[in-house]
């Protein structure tokens, strides 16, 4: 029981530190995005990693919740 409850934790812990990653770079490429101290390609370039960034959060948050009931 004890196994299962720390394996969960660390399951958990995973995926807020994979979220916590990506939500970090997209407020990065949004605040030099909104800075424009660069050309249009690298800020077009960034949307387009900015979208990216945020699917790929969407994503790990729907495997955590299909694996969750596997790990209780």
């Given amino acids: 029981m004890i196994l299962i409850v ?3 934790i660390g ?4 995926m807020i530190g994979k979220i916590l990653v990506g939500i970090s770079v997209i407020l990065v490429h949004t605040r030099v995005m909104r800075e424009r101290k ?3 390609l690298v ?5 387009r ?3 990216l960034a945020i699917s790929g959060i969407v994503l790990i948050i729907l495997g955590y919740l299909l694996q969750l009931p596997t790990k209780v």
């Avoid at 399951?11 to 995973?14: H, M």
């Avoid at 800020?43 to 949307?47: L, P």
């Fill in 43 to 47: 800020i077009k370039a960034m949307g």
């Fill in 6 to 8: 720390i394996e969960l």
């Fill in 49 to 51: 990693e900015k979208v």
């Fill in 11 to 14: 399951f958990t812990l995973d």
């Fill in 38 to 40: 660069i050309d249009k």
